[in-house]
Structures are given as C-alpha cells and as structure tokens.
C-alpha cells in the first residue's frame, strides 16, 4: 500500500483514528479529512497531508486521484448514512462515494452501540457494494487485558483487512 485516506467523522473515538494513524507504517502517504465535529488537529512527523472537509474539489474528490484505499475510524451514523445514499455534501462523503465509484477498497468503523435498523439497513447496502464494514468489537479469545491493547487488536484487524502488515496483536493458535 503507498497511499490511505483517512476519514474521521464524529467526534467519540478519534482517539482511535489517532492511534490508527501513528501505527501505519511510515512508507504509506496518508491523506486525512477531519469532519467539523471530529474538532482535531493532527501534526505528527509522518508521510501525511490533512486536508480541509469543507473544500470539495480536494484532490481525494476525483476518480483521477490514484490511492488505494480509504478508511473512516470512526465512522458517525450521520456519515455512514450520508455514504450509503450518495450525498456527497463535504470532502469526506465525496471521497467515499469516488471510492464506491471507482470500485476501491473502503472500510468503516461504526461506532455506535446499539445499532439502529436504520443503521443496520444502511451497512448492509454499503456491505453489497462492497464496503468493508468493520466496527471495533474487542475479540475475547485475544485475552485483553488493557485499554492500549484492545485498541492495537481494532487496528491490528483493520490492518488486516487493508493488506497490512503489522504484529499488533498475538494470533489466535488453535
């Protein structure tokens, strides 16, 4: 993988899309889109460009734009409807729906509890189009005992999904 956007939207969990982040490996150019209410600034010394969610004509908002995947940790319910009916009203949504467009790898980390039906009806219409839907849900057979590696396992399971390597959390062996 050379190039990952990374969306953020909501405000609960971006801690997460923090640590997300700071893991990935430093060959990967990250390109991140921060919605309003994520309220975030991330200055790290990585490979990134943070891009501003209000200018629609961003570079990630056209098929041109070559990336290989697109990830939003966390993903708001607000964003995740707005994705699965195509209103591509900021730089986030509209990249999500260019991924959708050009058949790209897009996964999303809901991060609501409980999910609402509509919640549910709209992840399964993405999941049909193929989005990865992929909430953080701790894994008991991982034998968890702390909060920092819960987390590594959510991101060490999103990293497997995008094809990355990583040693974050022990492999279950039978």
Not at 48 to 59: C, E, P, R, S, Y
Not at 91 to 109: C, D, F, G, H, Q
Request: hydrophobic share 45%; charged share 25%; proline share 3%.
């Amino acid at each position: 993988m050379k190039k990952l956007i990374v969306g953020i939207s909501g405000a609960s969990g971006v801690n997460l899309a923090q640590k997300f982040i700071e893991k990935l490996p430093k060959n990967i150019e990250i390109f991140i889109i921060a919605s309003d209410s994520a309220k975030i600034v991330l200055k790290k010394e990585q490979n990134q460009t943070i891009l501003d969610d209000k200018d629609i004509g961003a570079v990630t908002a056209s098929g041109s734009f070559k990336c290989d995947a697109m990830v939003v940790i966390p993903c708001s319910m607000n964003t995740l409807a707005k994705i699965s009916y195509g209103i591509a009203d900021n730089l986030l949504t509209r990249t999500a729906s260019v991924m959708i467009k050009e058949n790209r790898s897009l996964l999303l980390a809901p991060r609501e509890m409980p999910f609402s039906a509509i919640a549910l009806e709209n992840m399964l219409k993405l999941s049909r189009l193929g989005v990865v839907i992929a909430p953080p849900v701790s894994a008991y057979y991982a034998d968890i005992k702390e909060l920092e590696e819960m987390e590594d396992f959510f991101i060490g399971k999103w990293f497997d999904l995008l094809g990355i390597e990583h040693e974050l959390f022990k492999r279950w062996e039978g």
